[in-house]
């Protein structure tokens, strides 16, 4: 599912896995500690919207979720993802092997997506469409997440684009 920001693709992905009676649902974003208000608000819709029979997992070893064996599996998203995964890695530090840590993090997300038996809906931001950001971090971040999730795409067998709540499927 890809879309704008509040552009539906959270619910519509939701409602593609509504009849499932257990579902992992991976938040890949941190957990909220009050201090943006936003944020705590957007996460507790999100939870609120979930069944109780969804078991939540918070983390940024998609992989190893999706190694396991269970049920289907929810990755909302891999925006947030990506965006810990960078901060993790030292990109915005320059560390020296910042770049080779987050190509392989990509490389076994996108391995792990590929090899799975499990079924995926993922959720991912398109935001190669709107404003080019002002900063080089923020155009760094827009042009990896476009590869990011041309990789994801390309490994999927269903690909949406979410825009105003309506549904447009791309593969």
């Not at 257990?22 to 944020?39: F, H």
């Not at 940024?60 to 269970?70: E, H, N, S, T």
């Amino acid at each position: 599912m890809l879309g704008g920001a509040r552009s539906g693709k959270s619910s519509f992905a939701e409602q593609l896995l509504a009849r499932e009676r257990a579902v992992d649902y991976v938040a890949c974003g941190l957990v909220p500690d009050g201090s943006d208000r936003e944020w705590t608000d957007r996460v507790t819709l999100h939870r609120s919207r979930r069944p109780a029979s969804w078991a939540t997992i918070e983390t940024v070893d998609v992989p190893a979720v999706l190694a396991r064996p269970g049920p289907p599996v929810l990755l909302d998203c891999l925006t947030t993802w990506l965006a810990r995964v960078m901060d993790d890695c030292g990109i915005w530090s320059e560390a020296p092997d910042a770049d080779t840590r987050l190509a392989e993090a990509v490389d076994a997300l996108v391995s792990a997506w590929a090899g799975t038996r499990r079924r995926v809906v993922a959720v991912s931001n398109e935001v190669g469409s709107g404003v080019v950001p002002a900063t080089p971090s923020g155009r760094r971040f827009r042009d990896e997440l476009g590869v990011l999730n041309a990789r994801v795409a390309e490994a999927s067998s269903r690909v949406w684009l979410i825009t105003a709540g309506l549904p447009q499927r791309l593969r």
